[in-house]
């Protein structure tokens, strides 16, 4: 009797060992399966072909919904150029946000938030920098001409260096140059 209880009790440990080990294969089938559709659907929406490039914009979490946020990450850059957003910047980033047609939902919108409340990892502009280098010559040049636009009206906004010294502080103006090279 003892030994058909404890046969009974090895066989419902293995089978819920068995039970884990299909749930965690069928949870990282479906998050491959999840990654393979969100690159396949901004490999869509951008034309962008780069096997890396996807994995990495997928990775910071940049999907065909988040576009319009991960094209305005110069602005976000140039406002946290001196460390801060202060709230002059962060009213003229949200607003050519707005006038470049970022939703005010979704998720686009919570990732543009999240890099006005704590500045986007380094990754993020270098991946942006990688997205405009797949872009074609004339959709480069009307992007240029818009970001750096954008960029120029958010640096004006902080009012320079304690608002004394001109309209574009020296890290702004880094920027700025930084910005423009990467259109290069």
Do not use: H
């Not at 003892?2 to 009974?8: A, P, S």
């Not at 951008?46 to 979490?61: F, H, M, P, R, V």
């Not at 576009?67 to 910047?89: C, K, M, Q, T």
């Not at 997205?131 to 970001?147: S, V």
């Amino acid at each position: 009797m003892d030994e058909r209880i404890l046969n009974n009790r090895r066989a419902a440990l293995e089978d819920a060992f068995f039970a884990r080990q299909n749930d965690a294969l069928l949870r990282r089938l479906r998050e491959a399966d999840g990654a393979r559709s969100r690159k396949e659907s901004l490999s869509a929406a951008t034309g962008i072909k780069d096997e890396a490039l996807l994995q990495q914009l997928d990775s910071l979490g940049i999907d065909a919904d988040a576009l319009i946020a991960f094209a305005l990450v110069p602005l976000v850059r140039v406002a946290w150029a001196d460390g801060s957003i202060d709230s002059n910047e962060r009213r003229a980033v949200l607003s050519r946000a707005q006038a470049a047609g970022l939703p005010a939902q979704g998720t686009g919108r919570k990732l543009f938030e999240n890099w006005l409340a704590e500045p986007p990892p380094p990754a993020v502009f270098s991946a942006w920098k990688a997205y405009i280098g797949t872009l074609g010559d004339e959709r480069r040049d009307l992007l240029k001409a818009e970001i750096l636009d954008r960029t120029r009206a958010v640096a004006a906004a902080a009012g320079g260096f304690l608002g004394m010294l001109g309209t574009v502080s020296p890290a702004e103006e880094r920027v700025l140059r930084e910005v423009e090279a990467a259109f290069e």
